[in-house]
């Protein structure tokens, strides 16, 4: 494959050992793991085609990851360490309004069954919990989108006879 050489990345004894020790930690970020690995194999002068074929990532994600590392490296390590460098970056938006107990509020709705809120279904629909979660005033609006969204969530964790109806939402 050819294509425009990608920018080297020449790392310190430092950086590198860094690195090879976030790679390895049972306690590190699972998200920083292949990102401290596309580092090093870009290090190790591989472009960003093998870099992608080696690690299985995208090609677009080991370019991303080389990129990023470049820009930062000129900031000290004691400025900036090596796992800062590897986080994902701000992302600006709006901030979630739910709180995490008004999500547990949400989740524990979504395992009783609909009968006992008087509701003449057998599964949770997005529209129904919606309107459920409102009424319980766990929260003041959800649409019912949203609520789909959190049911297909925990819908993954739930057991096989689970009270939540599979249902596309636009």
């Known amino acids: 494959m ?11 004894d ?6 090879e020790k976030l790679g390895k930690a049972h306690s590190t970020e699972q998200q920083l793991v292949p990102r401290a690995r596309i580092v090093l194999a870009a290090g190790k002068g591989l ?28 900031i000290p390590l004691t400025d900036l360490t090596v796992e800062e460098r590897l986080q994902d970056r701000y992302r600006s938006g709006k901030p979630s309004q739910i709180t995490a107990d008004q999500l547990c509020q949400i989740e524990a709705l979504a395992c009783e069954k609909p ?28 649409s019912p989108r949203h609520a789909a969204r959190l049911l297909k969530i925990w819908g993954s964790q739930t057991a096989p006879d689970s009270l939540l109806a599979h249902t596309r939402t636009r």
């Open 2 to 12: 050819k294509g425009p050489k990608p920018p080297e990345i020449s790392l310190s």
């Open 47 to 74: 472009n960003n085609a093998q870099v992608a074929r080696e690690l299985r990532v995208s090609i677009d994600t080991a370019r991303q990851w080389r990129d990023r590392w470049l820009l930062l490296q000129p």
């Open 115 to 142: 009968e006992t809120s008087e509701r003449p279904i057998s599964q949770w629909t997005g529209r129904e919990i919606a309107d459920e979660i409102m009424k319980r005033g766990i929260v003041k609006t959800i």
């Open 14 to 19: 430092t950086e590198r050992q860094a690195l």
